[in-house]
């Protein structure tokens, strides 16, 4: 102000007299003064640090730093699409896959092309479509004279998000996205098959390699060999860039327990497909012809239809194991319900809607994924904690709350991605939220009552440092937890908490 007003004298060539009070300092409370010491960390030098935690119920700020400046939030992301998918598509919602015929079945025979149609379900397992494949037989199917046809044209043909990086191509946290697909098991990572390794017989043996589920789709290329009892487990397995190629290399000890790893399958639509296939032989349904891409005619009839779990049940594998096949399944979804396009841009538009219609300025924050995995997110610390005060009002809020990982609870599916960290503290069993890793990148935003019942929202995002400040985030969950209006909070020195066992959320260890 005093800047100001000298500026305004200057120009009309006049002199200043009036003397301005320096503003009055503000008392830093005891919390912001404990939550400072927290972030005044040799770790944060060069780095950047956000902080913003306020009243749940009121929106009261109780500790603001840096909440404006847009960071990079990785898996912080899913907040905004699982809470769009939520209140878009609705806990109800339920996926479907269909099988279908444009031609007569007649005798038993269906003169013409089978149809695989996939609506974007991102929890189909094998036993799925076995249960396909035995309705299939159940309405009199014996023999397909035609093709086996993988339809996922219920989504764009765009498979991998926006600047997704190359080199986690292969890994399961990176799976393409179709609107047909499978997962292999009840983590429900879709797009991914296991390669299971056994050791052999005897040293210098070939390691047994097996696929769950079975396909013909991933083609196994093995060099590994079994090593002397005792010697390290060298194994790398590893799919060629633009094949379903699958190289296995290295050594297994003898004597080691059955490993397993996942790999991402390059077209999974056509992976579902033979599937399918392999189901319907089971069944006793033979297809003359081959598997092949294409859209299902408008004419066709549907004679057979698997439904998925509803949104709201995803919502527990989706966020305690921050799957992100899941969060860009629902985007795509939520783009073809909306707006009949399946697409990326389509259903961040859904998205950023829906966030803005609960108080969220989506002016000053940027989506380029559902999942965080893209590094052209931005978002600032406090549209987070906008979020996370307005779902509270939504009726669906509950189910999604309880979906969100809780600190220190070692069930995989109820601690999730918190399952080791704030152990035997406060915060174990109390702090409800959502994690995010990438390099470079750790994020924990969500909800945590205090010692006097007093329930707060809080996100804090760190980016671009050089030894991580997860422990931070931990003791800030756990300051958070312990703190009292009418008394301070334990001392942070006091603090013993788990480590986590990696820094990456989608380890499977973690």
Known sequence: MIAAVAAVAAAVGGVVTQSVAAPTAVQATALQQRLDGLLNDSRY???????????????????????????????????????????????????????????PVRGGQLLGNLYLKGYGDPTALESDYAALAEQLKAAGVRRVHGDLIADDTYFDHVRLGDS??????????????????????????????????????AAGAPVKLDLVPANGVIKLVSTATTGAAGSSNTLNIERDHGTNIVRVTGSVPLGASTGQEWVTVWEPELYAA????????????????????????????????????????????????????????????????????????????VVTGYAKSIGVDTSRIRLSDGSGLSRKVNVTADSITDLLIGAQKESWWKQWYD???????????????????????????????????????????????????????????????LVSPRSIEDAVGVTLASWSDTASPAAVSTLKTAQATCELEWDKVC
Do not use: C
């Open 45 to 103: 030098d060069g780095s950047q640090v956000a902080l913003v935690v306020r009243d749940a119920t009121t929106g009261e700020t109780l500790y603001d730093r840096n909440g404006a400046q847009r960071m990079l939030p990785a898996s912080n992301t899913k907040l905004f699409s699982s809470t769009a998918a939520m209140h878009v598509l609705g806990p109800s919602y339920r996926f479907h896959t269909d099988v279908l015929a444009a031609a």
């Open 403 to 465: 979906a969100l990982p809780i600190a220190g609870n070692p069930d995989r599916f109820v601690g999730g991605t918190l399952r080791s960290r704030m152990q035997n503290t406060p915060a174990a069993n109390n702090l409800h939220g959502k994690t995010g890793s990438l390099t470079g990148v750790t994020s924990l935003s969500g909800y945590v009552t205090n010692k006097d019942g007093r329930k707060l929202v809080f996100s804090m995002i760190s980016n671009n440092y």
């Open 164 to 201: 997704w990086a190359w080199d986690d191509e292969p890994f399961y946290y990176n799976a393409q996205i179709s609107a047909l697909t499978l997962a292999p098991d009840t983590d429900y990572d879709s797009g991914t098959a296991i390669v299971e390794s056994r050791p052999g017989a």
């Open 274 to 349: 033979d599937v399918f296939r392999r189901a319907l032989t089971a069944q006793g349904i033979a297809v003359s012809g081959r598997i092949k891409n294409a859209a299902t005619p408008a004419s066709a009839t549907r004679l057979a239809r698997d439904e998925s779990m509803t949104v709201g049940e995803l919502m527990t594998p989706f966020l305690k194991l921050s799957n992100n096949m899941h969060a860009e399944t629902l985007v795509k979804a939520m783009g073809a319900v909306v707006d009949a396009d399946g697409s990326w841009p389509a259903g961040l538009g």
